[in-house]
């Protein structure tokens, strides 16, 4: 099993700030890396598939990067709307695993 | 627009089953691929496995087989997933996506096993 981990488990951004998440694959899972916001009570959303494909309708503040092993998802110009959990998954081999995950504070 | 409706709160004793679904809308369910995950307090999200609507074909992560059940009711666009002999570490909150990238999520299912 794919372990993947993520850090930093909790950051604080201030407006316009840039935030940087990395997810660590325990082993290779080619480009099959995706990134999800969720925000409380909500339904998270797919923000980046396949390590750097921004989905659509997601704004391009937003930006992955990685293959292999190691993977970041780059918030630019932070918003407040931009405080939520975020998580990466691998989808490269089952079971499907996922990061810890991120807190994002918006000071 | 895509929409994966969760059932609601659940609470259950030790031993007993729990059934929840996820009906969707908004695209093709009878085409669709669902996943199931997991996440306990304070834990990361766990996988449990996956069902193809079309052909009923299911798979499990290894650390639920034979204690989770994945079906689908394609009449009425609906997902099941049954968690029987429930113990105290299977309070969780459950969810479900769709697609092989996980595109879309519902928004979770509390299931609180205490005796």
């Known amino acids: 099993e794919t372990t993947l981990t993520q850090s930093p488990a909790l950051v604080s951004a201030a407006p316009g700030d840039k935030v940087i998440i990395s997810c660590r694959a325990s082993?290779?899972?080619?480009?099959?890396v995706n990134w999800y916001q969720r925000k409380p009570g909500e339904a998270a959303i797919s923000i980046i598939r396949d390590s750097k494909i921004l989905v659509k309708g997601i704004s391009p503040r937003f930006s992955g990067s990685g293959y292999g092993t190691d993977f970041t998802l780059t918030i630019n110009n932070v918003e407040s709307e931009d405080a939520a959990y975020y998580f990466c998954l691998q989808h490269d081999s089952f079971p499907h695993t996922f990061g810890q995950g991120t807190k994002l504070e918006i000071k | 627009q895509v929409q994966l409706v969760q059932s609601g709160a659940e609470v259950r004793k030790p031993g007993a089953s729990v059934k929840l679904s996820c009906k969707g809308s908004?695209?093709?369910?009878?085409?669709?691929?669902i996943h199931w995950m997991r996440q306990a307090p304070g834990q990361r999200l766990e996988w449990m496995g996956r069902?193809?609507?079309?052909?009923?074909?299911?798979g499990y992560s290894q650390r639920f087989q034979g204690r989770v059940t994945l079906s689908t009711d394609t009449s009425a666009s609906i997902a099941y997933v049954e968690v029987s002999g429930l113990r105290s570490e299977d309070t969780a909150v459950y969810y479900c996506?769709?697609?092989?990238?996980?595109?879309?999520w519902g928004k979770g299912t509390s299931v609180t096993v205490s005796s």
């Open positions: 082993e290779d899972v080619d480009d099959d």
């Open positions: 996506a769709r697609g092989n990238y996980l595109s879309a």
């Open positions: 069902i193809n609507a079309a052909s009923g074909n299911v």
């Open positions: 908004g695209f093709t369910f009878s085409e669709s691929i």
